[in-house]
């Protein structure tokens, strides 16, 4: 359930915080008062896009944010606990703005994007406009609500998913069919390209190793001739070599080192020095017998750099590139082979085909027999709406070809009264017909939802009397089993809430403020006699307020 909602510096909003209770929660106040702030700030804690201009006049950021209590909602803490947001049972969004038009979003405190709220908001409130009856004029929408009323979307989703799959397949088939010939000529020479990398054999990294061991092999006189001159200077000459110096020094210094203690790290490095030079040399050694070449290895070296050169001037890429050119080869020529099995392919788009027909037929049955559910129920409530002759029925008309919505065009049509023929909504339903046609359609998908929150944003314009009634005692009994909340200027719908909360407005310091108040009994009855009555109350209007309460 929604059970905090905290608002600072928004439009005309300075500072609100907001707490709910269970069941039917009703908010009203005058035209202008701010009551479809509230709901903007709402929208925009479950995703809702919106710039600096949100800000209120003098302030520099806006801050809007909502708790939530997930503990009972499967979903939604799966949802959470996969993305570790997770926090006890509560959930809060909140959204910053700043003035200059920035914008950040969080999910119990921690960073989170705009597209998450939206996904954990789906799972926990479902916002219903006044607007939306003119939804109902689109043919698209209509699909939608039968799928959403018969918990379809999943296996919708899942049929456009293989539709598409079918067309990937079909497109391949076509292609390989038209472009044949163009395949097989790339095919060949694709093959003989590989042909020649093949035969090179170059491996990753072989190279630069090649490159190495030429390069070491067209200067094996210089290098012999200089390390067997650096093994006399180091340990192998006769006369004063290196090691022997270390060590007249080193002895020279140890025999000081008594009476000059400072002399001992000198002595330390030049053992370490000794050390290393006593190490290298034999590793210089075994360099220099391992250095003949074998006979004709030299040759053998250049003639293989000059055809991975040759190949590298062919393909246009540095020599080393060549084993990334084979791999990218290997693939296309792969994926040409594949074109080229024109029944491999057809039985591809044969096998997604019937994957897809099995969906979309399983999805077809199950539309079929929920649109005369969906229909019977809207039915039932169109006659406490006044729309007592009314008929109703969701048709489902086989398409000339299957698209990734199935295999059926989905429509509603309708008939205001007995003789007439059914027909599309846009060319029968007047404007007062459609909003209580939507207002039907909200309620029954609002008893199917597994969404714990329901909002209804003035949904009950352009009705009034008894049928004003009749949806008060629809919106309190859906309050029974969710929380409810219905913003209105119906005083009959007013009268049937659980909680009654005012949005006011008022004027100080030369400041427009917008605030909220929950209203007792006696103030309940004083709002819903202005309601009911204008601007002049009457004692008469109050005693018709409190007995819609006591009823």
């Not at 689109?138 to 018969?150: E, I, T």
């Not at 050390?275 to 040399?281: F, G, K, R, Y």
């Not at 293989?304 to 020599?319: D, E, G, I, N, Y």
């Amino acid at each position: 359930m929604l059970s905090l909602l905290k608002i600072s510096q928004f439009a005309i909003v300075e500072n609100l915080e907001l707490e709910f209770s269970r069941g039917f929660s009703v908010i009203t106040g005058e035209t202008g008062a701010g009551k479809s702030i509230l709901m903007d700030a709402l929208g925009l804690c479950l995703g809702d896009r919106a710039d600096g201009g949100v800000v209120r006049s003098g302030a520099e950021r806006a801050d809007v944010s909502a708790l939530f209590i997930v503990g009972h909602l499967p979903a939604a803490m799966s949802w959470l606990i996969s993305r570790e947001l997770d926090e006890g049972e509560e959930c809060t969004l909140r959204r910053t703005f700043t003035r200059d038009g920035r914008s950040r979003a969080y999910i119990n405190g921690r960073p989170a994007t705009l597209g998450d709220l939206r996904d954990i908001g789906e799972l926990l409130i479902d916002i219903h406009s006044q607007h939306e009856h003119q939804t109902l004029l689109r043919k698209d929408s209509h699909r939608h609500m039968l799928d959403s009323y018969a918990n379809l979307a999943a296996l919708a989703k899942e049929t456009a998913a293989q539709f598409r799959h079918w067309q990937t397949a079909s497109d391949k088939l076509k292609q390989a069919e038209n472009a044949g010939a163009a395949q097989s000529a790339r095919l060949e020479i694709v093959e003989h390209l590989l042909k020649e990398l093949d035969q090179l054999g170059l491996s990753a990294g072989e190279y630069e190793s090649i490159e190495q061991r030429h390069d070491t092999l067209a200067h094996v006189g210089s290098l012999q001739q200089d390390g067997e001159l650096a093994l006399t200077l180091m340990t192998e000459g006769d006369g004063d070599t290196a090691a022997r110096l270390l060590q007249r020094a080193i002895k020279t210094l140890e025999s000081h080192t008594h009476r000059a203690p400072a002399l001992g790290s000198a002595v330390e490095l030049l053992q370490g020095a000794l050390i290393q030079l006593e190490e290298a040399s034999p590793g210089l050694r075994h360099f220099l017998d391992d250095l003949d070449a074998s006979p004709g290895e030299l040759e053998q070296l250049e003639q293989r750099l000059s055809h991975c050169h040759q190949l590298a001037r062919k393909h246009r890429v540095t020599p080393h590139e060549l084993v990334h050119v084979a791999a990218q080869l290997h693939e296309e020529c792969q994926s040409l082979r594949e074109a080229q099995d024109l029944a491999q392919l057809a039985q591809d788009a044969r096998e997604a085909e019937q994957a897809f027909m099995q969906n979309a037929s399983a999805l077809r049955q199950q539309r079929q027999t929920a649109a005369v559910a969906f229909c019977d129920e809207i039915q039932a409530f169109l006659h406490g709406l006044g729309l007592g002759n009314a008929r109703l029925e969701l048709t489902l008309t086989a398409l000339a070809k299957p698209n990734l919505h199935g295999l059926d065009d989905i429509e509603f049509l309708f008939s205001a009264n007995p003789g007439q023929p059914l027909r599309p909504l846009a060319k029968v339903a007047s404007g007062g017909e459609l909003s209580r046609l939507s207002l039907a359609i909200q309620v029954v998908h609002a008893r199917h939802s597994p969404v714990p929150v329901m909002v209804f944003d003035e949904v009950d314009v352009g009705i009034g009397g008894g049928i004003a009634e009749v949806v008060g005692r629809l919106l309190r009994a859906l309050g029974e089993h969710a929380q409810v909340f219905s913003i209105t200027h119906q005083p009959q719908v007013a009268a049937r809430g659980h909680q009654h909360l005012r949005v006011e407005k008022r004027v100080s310091d030369g400041n427009t403020h917008s605030t909220v108040v929950a209203l007792s009994h006696e103030q309940r009855i004083e709002e819903i006699a202005r309601m009911s009555g204008g601007i002049t109350i009457t004692d008469e209007t109050r005693r018709h307020a409190a007995t819609m309460l006591e009823a």
